[in-house]
């Protein structure tokens, strides 16, 4: 385990360091790092919130996760001084977003997990992914990308939309279940208002 690199190789780095401070989930925390640090790095070894995960540290697992101004971030590929005067969302801080609960309970109902690894992500990525779609933003499987209003988040759209977010253990199935099950969910909350 000693020659496996972690993620407070980066933290320890000599180098300039400064305070910054971050709002997570709702709370202030100004921490001290290097310029260079990662907001995952930041989350995970500075401020303890490990459940966003340091899959592959390249932006292409989607494990790291997490939501900036409601938007989703790969947080291994952002800096955290980038992050400052942002509201951040962990997967700690998920229920506060209207759609969090509803997306958790469903991964649960649906068993959309099986190691729970990139579940964090996972459930951070589809929130971001049913406010933009709620906003009218198109994917590459949105049939009218000119006009996308309205868009049905059917399983193909699902799935494009969450293409960036891989379950190592295949529980895709599950996952897009948990997910249309929500979107299903929160759509006839939107009718019913």
């Known amino acids: 385990?000693?020659?496996?690199?972690?993620?407070?190789?980066?933290?320890?780095r000599s180098g300039p360091v400064q305070t910054i401070g971050l709002q997570v989930n709702g709370e202030q925390h100004d921490i001290e790092c290097d310029p260079r640090t990662t907001l995952?790095?930041?989350?995970r070894d500075h401020i303890g919130l490990t459940g966003s995960k340091k899959g592959c540290d390249r932006?292409?697992?989607?494990a790291c996760t997490v939501l900036v101004d409601d938007r989703r971030v790969v947080s291994c590929l952002m800096l955290a001084v980038s992050a400052q005067n942002h509201r951040i969302t962990t997967i700690e801080g998920i229920d506060q977003v209207p759609t969090g609960a509803t997306l958790q309970q469903a991964f649960i109902e649906h068993d959309g997990f099986q190691c729970g690894f990139c579940t964090?992500?996972?459930?951070?990525?589809?929130?971001?992914?049913?406010?933009?779609a709620k906003h009218g933003w198109?994917?590459?499987?949105?049939e009218d990308v000119v006009d996308p209003h309205d868009i049905v988040l059917d399983d193909?759209?699902?799935?494009?939309?969450l293409s960036g977010n891989i379950c190592r253990c295949g529980a895709y199935v599950n996952i897009l279940a948990?997910?249309?099950s929500a979107a299903d969910e929160t759509a006839a909350d939107g009718e019913s208002s």
Do not use: N
């Not at 932006?59 to 989607?62: A, H, L, R, S």
């Not at 964090?120 to 933009?132: F, K, N, R, T, Y």
């Not at 198109?138 to 949105?142: H, L, N, Q």
């Open 178 to 180: 948990a997910v249309r």
């Open 1 to 12: 385990m000693d020659d496996q690199p972690s993620s407070r190789s980066v933290a320890v």
């Open 59 to 62: 932006g292409q697992c989607g």
């Open 40 to 43: 995952l790095d930041a989350l």
């Open 138 to 142: 198109p994917s590459a499987a949105t």
């Open 156 to 161: 193909d759209e699902i799935r494009e939309r």
């Open 120 to 132: 964090p992500g996972q459930i951070c990525s589809a929130v971001g992914m049913l406010d933009e």
